[in-house]
């Protein structure tokens, strides 16, 4: 609803798949969507973690929740240590971004990424590779109240030119 007011400012924005998946893969027996996991007809594996940004004189912390891709390698790694004490000693995965967080430009696709598991029960750190693509910048420095509430107003109230994630 556009000009709405929302009574808390939302520190996280989640995307449900990576771009690549296609509703039709749902009933498919060689692919899988789950809330942390996705598999694509065997052959391309992707994380859901966190890409946590600093917010600039506060505690907080925004988060972009993402899906990053994994080799087959990393991701069955991954899924083996789900359940297991002490899976944050794990050395980061490599992986490239997968999720279009679309108040970006350039594009975030396919941004190198690691990703570091972290305790039960919490999602996995998605660190974006030094560059000077603006999401990176903002992980390494952090970011203003004025500039979450930039973000919620674009994914709360799209304009006809953006795509919610």
């Known amino acids: 609803m556009l000009g709405a007011h929302h009574p808390e400012?939302?520190?996280?924005?989640?995307?449900?798949?990576?771009?690549?998946?296609?509703?039709?893969?749902a009933d498919a027996g060689d692919c899988l969507l789950s809330s942390n996991q996705c598999v694509i007809q065997?052959?391309?594996?992707?994380v859901k973690g966190l890409i946590e940004i600093p917010v600039i004189g506060s505690d907080e912390v925004f988060s972009w929740g993402a899906l990053v891709s994994l080799?087959?390698?990393?991701?069955?790694?991954?899924?083996?240590?789900?359940?297991?004490?002490?899976r944050e000693s794990e050395e980061p995965y490599f992986g490239w971004l997968t999720t279009d967080l679309f108040v970006y430009s350039p594009t975030?696709?396919?941004?190198?990424?690691?990703?570091h598991t972290r305790p039960i029960?919490?999602?996995?750190?998605?660190?974006?590779?030094?560059?000077?693509?603006?999401?990176?910048?903002?992980q390494r420095t952090?970011?203003?109240q004025d500039r979450v509430r930039n973000i919620a107003a674009?994914?709360?109230?799209?304009?006809?030119?953006?795509?919610?994630?």
């Open 42 to 46: 065997a052959e391309h594996y992707f």
């Open 121 to 138: 029960g919490q999602r996995p750190l998605i660190e974006l590779e030094p560059t000077d693509h603006p999401p990176v910048v903002e």
């Open 108 to 115: 975030t696709l396919n941004l190198k990424t690691n990703v």
């Open 142 to 144: 952090g970011i203003t």
């Open 9 to 25: 400012l939302p520190m996280n924005y989640t995307a449900e798949a990576p771009f690549v998946w296609d509703p039709a893969f």
């Open 154 to 165: 674009a994914v709360l109230h799209p304009s006809r030119g953006n795509r919610q994630q």
């Open 71 to 86: 080799s087959r390698e990393n991701f069955s790694r991954s899924a083996d240590l789900w359940d297991t004490p002490g």
